[in-house]
């Protein structure tokens, strides 16, 4: 029976977090009223519940969906290809979250290869924000025969390729209805459901290039050294990353040092706090850049000021007719957890 309401949404996206997968056995085991399977179902992903959706509102999220199973008037479930391997005889009443997980799983390796899939049990739609439609990203599947479906999001990257954002697929059946789903409430179909995205984010890093130029150089001196410190303050303006880092030159030819793992999205300030000996700075003391993501390199949308798009500053300087030569290295050392240290030197000049 085709009510032609939609599922309250609170219970409808807790299918998409794996609260109540259990719940689904009720669909051929305890539900009263038998399933039209001729009826044309539709699903839609929402990321109006999801912690994420304020950066869900500036992407475009594939996610692709694959039909599993037929299902019968009753709700019983017969996997069709490549899935027909997949085992639904320990799917009971006692089924937990964990079982469907594993079963989503299951279903997941069965693409392994590429294999061929029937045509009409595959579709692509895009979880995005279209102005018209909505203050929130969805994408909608039309058409949909009932049965289970797999639903496997792609790992998409932020606008500004600070995140990357990884999702679990997750097995949901149409139709479905509050009972099914909940143990309680309405037993009448709904084959019109909305769900949401089950969400991980991993934090990018990026790359910032210090360049130090010299206008001419004192050969009698020899090598001289400079030192620059490095804060990088996050959206707040708290600094989260700190460190001092030094170059050394014997000529003219400049000298870039390249300070890798620094979280995208930073806005980093260096200043030259030593301008080596009989030097003397040309220009400001100070440079800021904004860390641009590897991927965002990659993607060719990075906006820095070093090579390729990567965050970089420059200092220049002179040597200021004085007689007092030297040089120095910056060390720097890390715990190896076990009550020792890990000397490490980050002026490794940049690769060309």
């Known amino acids: 029976m085709k009510t032609g309401k939609r599922m309250k949404r609170g219970y409808a996206l807790a299918l998409a977090f794996l609260l109540t997968l259990p719940c689904l056995a009720k669909i051929r085991t305890e539900a009263a009223l038998a399933i039209d399977t ?4 539709s699903l839609t992903v929402s990321v109006e519940d999801s912690d994420y959706k304020d950066d869900f509102n500036d992407m475009s999220i594939p996610v692709t969906l694959y039909r599993v199973a037929d299902v019968d008037a009753s709700g019983r479930f017969t996997p069709v290809e490549p899935f027909s391997k997949l085992d639904f005889g320990y799917v009971s009443n006692a089924a937990t979250a964990d079982d469907w997980m594993k079963l989503a799983a299951d279903a997941g390796k069965c693409l392994e290869g590429n294999p ?3 045509e009409g049990n595959v579709s692509t739609v895009d979880v995005q924000k279209t102005q018209g439609q909505g203050s929130f990203a969805t994408g909608t599947f039309e058409k949909l025969r009932t049965g289970m479906y797999l639903v496997v999001p792609a790992d998409t990257y932020n606008a500004d390729h600070t995140v990357k954002y990884t999702f679990t ?3 949901t059946a149409l139709p479905s209805s509050e009972y099914t789903l909940t143990g309680s409430g309405s037993e009448d179909w709904d ?3 909305v769900v949401g995205l089950k969400a991980g984010e991993e934090t990018q890093y990026g790359k910032l290039n210090i360049t130090k130029v010299l206008t001419n150089y004192n050969e009698t001196l ?3 050294s400079f030192v620059f410190q490095i804060e990088g303050r996050d959206e707040t303006g708290t600094v989260v990353y700190s460190n001092v880092i030094s170059t050394t030159h014997e000529g003219t030819e400049p000298e870039t040092v390249k ?6 999205g930073l806005n980093v300030t260096v200043t030259e706090v030593y301008s080596g000996a009989s030097y003397r700075i040309v220009g400001s003391d100070t440079d800021s850049d904004v860390i641009w993501s590897d991927s965002a390199v990659e993607a060719g ?7 390729n798009g990567e965050a970089g500053v420059t200092f220049t300087n002179e040597y200021d ?3 007092r030569g030297g040089y120095g290295v910056t060390n720097q050392f890390d715990s190896d957890g076990n009550g020792g240290w890990i000397w490490e030197n980050p002026t490794t000049p940049a690769e060309e």
């Open 116 to 118: 061929a899939i029937p």
């Open 169 to 171: 697929p997750y097995l």
């Open 222 to 224: 020899g090598r001289t």
């Open 301 to 307: 949308t990075a906006g820095g000021k070093g090579p």
């Open 38 to 41: 001729k009826a044309d179902c």
């Open 321 to 323: 007719g004085g007689n």
């Open 191 to 193: 084959y019109d459901t």
């Open 259 to 264: 300070l890798d793992k620094i979280p995208a």
